[in-house]
């Protein structure tokens, strides 16, 4: 058996429990007979899935994966899709001015016309019942994603829909993690990121053969945390490997996260595109510049979390990477050399993405004395200003972040001396190793 469908002959636990926390509030039906590898009927169609059954399951291997043998009752009605992306539209104007075109029904109207199978339907209830944001936010991925498709892709309508589908259903994945994982704000390692970052090949495994699902759909899914720069995941694809309906998804995605952190979506979508250009392709960011320019003022200072006096401490850190860049990059040159390709590949897209980050963050003026005394100074500029200089400075901070777990992540099945090399570089960095190591 190969290791594919070794894991998909196994239950999941997190999936699982899942279920067994739907059955308190929704009957959890075995629509298949669930069968182990060996041959044995380990429950009949009709029977019910609940605490009484975990053990029982987790304690076999299966013919068929569990999803595509239970069906959950009370499923996401295409009410509760369009009341949601109505409520998307009176809360974001970047997301009511991206929708304002007459190509097609109104998007609240054409998203819950989307056709759900009933594994899907059962999979998209478990998904929202997992977080009391989760149908908002996959609503939104979904607008977004229908409306950008409708712009770069005219007239293919089955793809408009393919994409609104993936756009319901591209974060599935996430219910065969361990949700401890999943929680905002929650400080993972190298070891607990590469769970998170394998959410997309598993929702691509699990819609791939799921009843009303495909190949094509399931493809999307799989590259909505892609990048056309390469430094994305799962595949790190580039260029015309980012085929234009993956990318419109993986648009959708991250301007919908930007929305979720609040209604200075447009600043934050306009500053990120600005500092690390070229991850998506210009269709797409003019579509958004224009929606941008046509939603409006931007939100007060208020209306955000934090303040410049609260980014201190993200200034300083970003400052203290970037000199420390400058200070190693010659000392590793040499080592590089005899590196493997895909290191020195991986190194190369690194230093292309700092020098960028080194650019943005000269041009807006933080590297030009003590961070402490240039926030004080900007305290008395527009709030308009302090808005965009707050998104900024978060957004080099989770730049530089990102940069050293994708790293971590590229780098973990390479060889032990390519694994030093990095760790020894991205101890550097963080100023835990002499310049000269």
């Avoid at 759900?116 to 936010?137: E, F, I, K, V």
């Avoid at 793809?159 to 401890?180: C, F, K, N, S, T």
């Avoid at 694809?237 to 996260?257: I, N």
């Amino acid at each position: 058996m190969s290791e594919t469908a070794a894991l998909e002959a196994e239950v999941n636990p997190h999936y699982l429990d899942h279920l067994v926390a739907a059955s308190a509030s929704h009957e959890v039906e075995v629509t298949e007979d669930i069968v182990t590898r060996s041959g044995v009927k380990l429950l009949a169609r009709g029977a019910r899935i609940d605490a009484s059954t975990r053990e029982r399951l987790l304690a076999h291997k299966l013919s068929r994966p569990l999803e595509q043998c239970v069906g959950v009752s009370g499923g996401v009605t295409p009410e509760q899709i369009g009341q949601a992306a109505e409520r998307w539209l009176d809360e974001q104007p970047l997301l009511r001015a991206l929708c304002a075109e007459d190509r097609g029904l109104p998007l609240p109207r054409s998203l819950p016309r989307l056709r759900l199978s009933p594994g899907m339907q059962s999979l998209l209830r478990l998904y929202a019942q997992r977080q009391a944001d989760r149908l908002h936010h996959a609503v939104g991925v979904a607008l977004v994603a229908k409306a950008l498709a409708r712009r770069l892709l005219p007239g293919d309508v089955d793809q408009h829909r393919r994409i609104g589908l993936a756009g319901l259903l591209h974060d599935v994945g996430e219910l065969y993690l361990d949700p401890a994982h999943l929680q905002r704000g929650a400080p993972l390692q190298a070891e607990q990121w590469r769970q998170i970052v394998s959410h997309p090949v598993i929702g691509h495994r699990v819609l791939r053969d799921l009843d009303g699902g495909a190949a094509d759909l399931a493809d999307l899914v799989l590259g909505h945390h892609e990048r056309l720069d390469g430094f994305g995941y799962p595949r790190g694809l580039q260029g015309e490997q980012f085929a234009v309906a993956t990318q419109t998804l993986a648009v959708a995605e991250w301007l919908t996260g930007l929305m979720d952190e609040g209604p200075a979506a447009n600043i934050h979508a306009s500053i990120a595109t600005k500092l690390i250009p070229g991850e998506f392709g210009e269709p797409a960011l003019e579509l958004l510049r224009a929606a941008a320019r046509a939603s409006g003022t931007p939100p007060r200072l208020t209306e955000t979390p934090g303040t410049l006096a609260d980014a201190l401490p993200q200034v300083i850190h970003v400052a203290e990477v970037l000199t420390r860049w400058r200070m190693v990059r010659g000392s590793f040159d040499v080592r590089l050399a005899l590196a493997s390709p895909e290191l020195r590949a991986l190194v190369a897209l690194c230093r292309h993405r700092l020098q960028q980050l080194q650019a943005s963050f000269t041009s807006a003026g933080l590297d030009a004395g003590a961070p402490e005394q240039l926030v004080d100074e900007l305290a008395d500029e527009s709030p308009t200003l302090q808005l965009e200089l707050l998104s900024l400075i978060r957004e080099f901070h989770w730049r530089i972040g990102e940069m050293e777990r994708e790293v971590l992540l590229r780098t973990h099945q390479m060889s032990p001396d390519d694994q030093t090399l990095v760790h020894s570089m991205i101890a550097a960095l963080k100023g835990s190793l002499p310049v000269a190591a």
